[in-house]
């Protein structure tokens, strides 16, 4: 774990027509996800869990805030 631009709880909302709001990171893993869903749709019936980690040498060569993991929630909203 660590730190994080974005506090606990935060929400990221991505429709299929690729419109977003919100943020859980302040950049690199929204685009991830909105690449994701632009690319194949929202796929998942059920609530998973997805985790991205970096380390504090691959955060400072990418000029991001922090290193660490983060585990979101992947829930499909109707």
Do not use: K, N
């Amino acid at each position: 774990m660590g730190s994080s631009p974005r506090p606990e709880g935060a929400m990221l909302c991505i429709r299929e027509d690729g419109r977003v709001t919100g943020s859980v990171s302040g950049g690199c893993i929204e685009d991830d996800l909105i690449h994701r869903v632009r690319e194949s749709g929202v796929r998942i019936e059920l609530p998973e869990m997805v985790e991205y980690r970096i380390s504090a040498a691959e955060a400072h060569r990418f000029g991001l805030p922090c290193g660490g993991t983060i585990r979101l929630v992947l829930e499909p909203v109707s």
